[in-house]
């Protein structure tokens, strides 16, 4: 494909494409219309040439073969990843994890549930979770843009920013809560490690990995799950064999109806998490991929991680016994965990019977953060690389420095944030989670370790605070809100695929003004506001539902209902008036 040099800005900071019209031809793939022109797209040779800072930086990093794209839309004849299954191993790396494991963990300690009530809220809140996020891989391949971008079609050129604002605040404040949470399982099986270098070594393997970008992402995903997916069954194995499972019965009255909420809460956050992300992942597969097999292979690659790997910490988690009357725990189980928390429960159920190995496999997981971090998120591999693009969004002067830079500006933003937050991780991530409003669920009490309730059953441990404020969803309420409002836009305003036109992706002035997004995304956050159950802030819905102390947490379902609702008639006046 050739250039043409009034298109594409070579000779200043980016190409960024211009305004212009041009073709569009539709192709019929499994009865969807899906769009086939190039418009607006940038050439892959087109960032190295002229003679501009940006042209020099760029061709240094071709010779090492970095990813040269940021935001820019992908040409069709560079969509040539036919490999479905490594977006389904994306996902599965990113959620075969510690932080999954740890999430599961939560139902016992924090939320008080039985073992069936809260296997039946991880199997249908993870079903409803992940299914955003499916929907939104699937835009990747039709259009060759990330989902930063795509959102302008919802937010406009300029309310977008302030989605991006959000999810930079994710990315950056997710990536150093997960690699603290790293540094500490390094620290507990050599504690000669200091907490910065524990911090260092993950963050330095992950910057590598995500600097050179799409496809080295794509490729240690394929492969990253397989050592944790073995320690995961080592311990199920290991676990099982020791009998130690209790099948803790289900609660009864307004205390299980808070509890359940709030974990769902929490399960919810976590799978939804990477909707933010979702296309940014499948942009270079063929235009004409099939959309439904693109949302199969997103889903198995989501789905059985979280299920697995969250059931496994539930089950785990029943093991904890404590003595009833001092709360103290009375078995190697509780006592790693009140020790070491998540890290411990797993090296009571490791050490003991495999010995060094067990210390092996507990490395490994640690290690998985690379491939984890949660997100949420949860993944420091898809965060630190969407944070770049994020950043990229804002302004056409930060689409002006290319993508591994702002990668390597991010990573240095969240080493420096991580390492003196060591010492003090629960204020720092409680500050962080007030700051972008992230799920954060309210333990039933945050008093003490071992508040003064009455006696709870031998099997059950006592309430606790630091399992909360550790392991927990890497997103906020924003994006209850977000998919409140993109996917109206979608379905009602534009009618499907069909009603996009990819290039004017770069054109503010026809793209949606953005006004009507921007106010019910404050809707948005008064709802989630009002249904919130938080450690910090209980809102008049959530406390109504549940024990009036702890509420339950009904924020995702609010934000999502007023946004949806107030957007919807909101746009439909912004769109008479404006016409776009």
Same mark, same amino acid.
């Not at 073969?65 to 191993?89: C, H, S, Y």
């Not at 904890?320 to 709360?327: A, L, Q």
């Not at 390492?419 to 007030?434: A, C, K, Q, R, W």
């Given at each position: 494909?050739?250039?043409?040099k009034?298109e594409?800005?070579v000779?200043?900071?980016?190409?960024?494409?211009?305004?212009?019209?041009?073709?569009?031809?539709?192709?019929?793939?499994?009865?969807?219309?899906?769009?086939?022109?190039?418009t607006?797209? %940038?050439?892959?040779?087109?960032?190295?040439?002229?003679?501009?800072?940006?042209? !020099?930086?760029? !061709?240094?990093?071709?010779?090492?073969?970095?990813?040269?794209r940021?935001?820019?839309? =992908? +040409?069709e004849?560079?969509?040539?990843?036919?490999?479905?299954?490594?977006?389904?191993?994306?996902?599965?790396?990113?959620?075969m994890?510690?932080?999954?494991?740890?999430?599961?963990?939560?139902?016992? +300690?924090v939320?008080?549930?039985?073992?069936?009530?809260?296997?039946?809220?991880?199997?249908?809140?993870?079903?409803?979770? &992940?299914?955003?996020? /499916?929907?939104?891989?699937?835009?990747?391949?039709?259009?060759?843009?990330?989902?930063? =971008?795509?959102?302008?079609?919802?937010?406009?050129?300029?309310?977008?920013?302030?989605?991006?604002i959000?999810?930079?605040?994710?990315c950056?404040?997710?990536?150093?809560?997960?690699v603290?949470?790293?540094?500490?399982?390094?620290?507990?099986?050599?504690?000669?490690?200091?907490?910065?270098?524990?911090?260092?070594?993950?963050?330095?393997?992950?910057?590598?990995?995500t600097?050179f970008?799409?496809?080295?992402?794509?490729?240690?995903?394929?492969?990253?799950?397989i050592?944790?997916?073995?320690?995961?069954?080592?311990?199920?194995? =290991?676990?099982?064999?020791?009998?130690a499972? %209790?099948?803790?019965?289900?609660?009864?009255?307004?205390?299980?109806?808070?509890? %359940?909420?709030?974990?769902?809460?929490?399960?919810?956050?976590?799978?939804?998490?990477?909707?933010?992300?979702?296309?940014?992942?499948?942009?270079?597969?063929?235009?004409?991929?099939?959309? %439904?097999?693109?949302?199969?292979?997103?889903?198995?690659?989501l789905i059985?991680p979280?299920?697995?790997?969250?059931?496994?910490?539930?089950?785990?988690?029943?093991?904890?016994?404590?003595?009833?009357?001092?709360f103290?725990?009375?078995?190697?189980?509780? !006592?790693?965990?009140?020790?070491?928390?998540?890290g411990?429960?797993?090296?009571?159920?490791?050490?003991? +019977?495999?010995?060094?190995?067990?210390q092996? /496999?507990?490395?490994?997981?640690?290690?998985?953060?690379?491939?984890?971090?949660?997100?949420?998120?949860?993944n420091? /591999?898809?965060?630190?690389?969407?944070?770049g693009?994020?950043?990229?969004?804002?302004?056409r002067?930060?689409?002006?420095?290319?993508?591994? &830079?702002?990668t390597?500006?991010?990573?240095?933003?969240?080493?420096?944030?991580?390492?003196?937050?060591?010492?003090?991780?629960?204020?720092?991530?409680?500050?962080?989670m007030?700051? &972008?409003?992230?799920?954060?669920?309210?333990?039933l009490?945050?008093?003490s370790?071992?508040?003064?309730?009455?006696?709870?059953p031998?099997?059950?441990?006592? +309430?606790a605070?630091?399992p909360?404020?550790?392991?927990?969803?890497?997103?906020?309420?924003?994006?209850?809100?977000?998919?409140g409002?993109?996917?109206?836009?979608h379905?009602?305003?534009?009618?499907?695929?069909?009603?996009?036109?990819p290039?004017?992706?770069?054109?503010?002035?026809?793209?949606p003004?953005?006004i009507a997004?921007?106010?019910?995304? /404050?809707?948005g956050?008064?709802g989630? =506001?009002?249904?919130?159950?938080q450690?910090?802030?209980?809102?008049?819905?959530?406390?109504r539902?549940?024990?009036?102390?702890?509420?339950?947490?009904?924020?995702?379902p609010?934000?999502?209902?007023?946004?949806?609702?107030?957007?919807?008639?909101?746009?439909?006046?912004?769109?008479?008036?404006?016409?776009?």
């Amino acid at each position: 494909m050739g250039m043409i040099k009034n298109e594409y800005d070579v000779e200043g900071y980016s190409p960024t494409g211009t305004d212009h019209g041009g073709h569009t031809e539709k192709h019929i793939s499994s009865g969807l219309p899906v769009y086939a022109d190039d418009t607006g797209a %940038v050439p892959g040779e087109s960032f190295a040439i002229g003679s501009s800072l940006y042209a !020099r930086v760029q !061709r240094f990093a071709g010779k090492f073969a970095i990813e040269q794209r940021g935001i820019e839309r =992908v +040409p069709e004849n560079e969509r040539t990843d036919k490999n479905l299954v490594k977006v389904g191993t994306m996902w599965l790396a990113a959620n075969m994890v510690v932080s999954s494991f740890a999430l599961g963990v939560l139902a016992i +300690p924090v939320f008080q549930l039985g073992f069936v009530d809260a296997l039946l809220t991880i199997l249908f809140i993870n079903l409803l979770g &992940i299914t955003p996020v /499916c929907f939104w891989s699937t835009f990747g391949p039709v259009f060759g843009l990330r989902q930063m =971008v795509l959102s302008r079609f919802y937010f406009g050129w300029y309310g977008v920013k302030v989605i991006a604002i959000f999810n930079i605040l994710a990315c950056i404040g997710w990536s150093s809560v997960n690699v603290i949470v790293g540094a500490q399982l390094l620290h507990a099986v050599n504690n000669n490690l200091p907490g910065f270098g524990g911090i260092i070594i993950i963050a330095a393997g992950t910057f590598i990995i995500t600097c050179f970008g799409y496809k080295v992402v794509h490729y240690y995903e394929f492969y990253s799950w397989i050592p944790s997916f073995i320690i995961f069954l080592i311990t199920l194995g =290991v676990f099982a064999h020791s009998g130690a499972f %209790v099948n803790i019965p289900m609660k009864a009255g307004t205390s299980e109806t808070g509890g %359940v909420l709030s974990f769902a809460a929490s399960i919810f956050g976590f799978a939804t998490g990477w909707t933010s992300y979702a296309a940014d992942y499948t942009v270079y597969q063929p235009h004409n991929v099939s959309r %439904v097999k693109t949302f199969f292979w997103t889903w198995l690659g989501l789905i059985f991680p979280l299920l697995f790997v969250e059931m496994l910490g539930l089950a785990v988690a029943t093991s904890m016994t404590y003595d009833p009357e001092t709360f103290m725990p009375t078995n190697s189980y509780a !006592r790693g965990y009140e020790e070491s928390h998540v890290g411990g429960l797993l090296a009571a159920v490791l050490f003991p +019977p495999l010995g060094r190995f067990g210390q092996f /496999c507990l490395i490994v997981l640690a290690l998985s953060i690379i491939a984890q971090a949660d997100i949420e998120e949860q993944n420091n /591999c898809p965060n630190i690389y969407s944070v770049g693009l994020s950043l990229q969004v804002l302004g056409r002067w930060t689409q002006a420095v290319p993508r591994f &830079i702002w990668t390597f500006i991010a990573t240095l933003v969240y080493v420096a944030i991580s390492i003196p937050g060591y010492t003090h991780f629960e204020s720092v991530l409680e500050n962080f989670m007030l700051m &972008i409003g992230t799920s954060h669920p309210r333990p039933l009490n945050s008093d003490s370790l071992h508040p003064p309730y009455s006696p709870l059953p031998k099997t059950l441990p006592p +309430p606790a605070l630091e399992p909360a404020n550790t392991h927990l969803p890497p997103t906020g309420y924003w994006l209850a809100i977000y998919e409140g409002i993109a996917l109206p836009e979608h379905f009602f305003f534009k009618r499907g695929i069909a009603g996009y036109d990819p290039a004017i992706y770069t054109s503010p002035h026809l793209l949606p003004p953005g006004i009507a997004a921007i106010v019910a995304f /404050c809707f948005g956050v008064f709802g989630a =506001v009002m249904g919130m159950a938080q450690v910090w802030f209980i809102g008049p819905i959530g406390r109504r539902i549940g024990t009036p102390e702890y509420g339950g947490d009904i924020g995702f379902p609010l934000a999502f209902a007023f946004a949806f609702a107030s957007y919807c008639a909101l746009r439909a006046v912004e769109k008479g008036r404006f016409g776009r």
